[in-house]
């Protein structure tokens, strides 16, 4: 079956400029979950989504990030007024969320930002 | 708060030889334990899962992985690395607080496979 997608692969932008980042999930997983993967690190959690809700955005670096999943299914990470130290590779995942099994998380592709 | 780390930033074996990347946690309780591979310009791949039971886990491609509480280490191993397996490792763990559970990874082991 499809895995988890993520549009665009790769995203430049300029400085201040405003971007969106969008996953796809695996069909009828309930959970999602957005990284951010620098140069030379592991991922490090943003926010997580339990259906249309988030329930954990501890992972938000500031006011600058926000993400919806207004259907239960397709979220956008949005960046706003960006800088040049978002750039990072944003990692999507979503994890169908019941028992042990809920705590395997599939992981997309990637969004490289670069901003200029 | 609960931690992953990776000692070894990255590893070079010859094709052929025997490969085992460390793991060590930090938590509580017994944990739950995953290996991601990375390769270039990919998403995260599992490899395997310690839930809990046997302490020896059996992956894909050929690795396994070994739940040792007294070490609080979960160290993967591949007895004979093919060029293929050159890529980022990532060893990590979830938050396990309230039904959220984010993951927290190593910063990574980078394997370098020479022919």
């Known amino acids: 079956g499809a895995g988890v997608s993520q549009t665009p692969s790769n995203k430049v932008t300029e400085k201040g400029k405003y971007v969106e980042l969008r996953c796809d999930p695996i069909?009828?997983?309930?959970?999602l979950y957005w990284y951010r993967q620098s140069l030379g690190q592991g991922p490090e959690f943003l926010i997580y989504f339990q259906g249309t809700g988030a329930a954990d955005d501890s992972g938000l670096p500031n006011d600058r990030f926000f993400a919806v999943r207004p259907e239960g299914s397709v979220s956008t990470l949005k960046i706003q007024r960006t800088e040049r130290g978002d750039s990072a590779v944003y990692l999507c995942?979503?994890?169908?969320?019941?028992?042990?099994?809920?705590?395997?998380?599939?992981f997309g592709p990637g969004t490289r930002l670069t901003v200029l | 708060a609960q931690s992953v780390t990776q000692p070894d930033i990255h590893i070079t074996v010859s094709e052929g030889a025997s490969l085992e990347l460390r793991c060590n946690y930090s938590?509580?309780?017994?944990?739950?334990l995953f290996w991601y591979v990375q390769s270039p310009g990919q998403g995260l791949q599992l490899l395997l899962k310690y839930f809990s039971g046997d302490t020896l886990v059996q992956g894909i491609k050929g690795f396994e992985a070994e739940f040792k509480r007294s070490q609080s280490s979960f160290n993967l191993r591949k007895p004979s690395v093919h060029w293929s397996d050159a890529a980022e490792y990532f060893c990590?763990?979830?938050?396990?607080?309230?039904?959220?559970?984010?993951?927290?990874f190593g910063t990574g082991t980078r394997l370098q496979v020479t022919l």
């Open positions: 990590a763990a979830p938050s396990l607080t309230g039904t959220a559970s984010k993951l927290t």
């Open positions: 995942a979503s994890s169908p969320s019941r028992g042990a099994g809920g705590y395997e998380q599939f």
């Open positions: 938590y509580g309780a017994t944990p739950y």
């Open positions: 069909s009828g997983h309930t959970a």
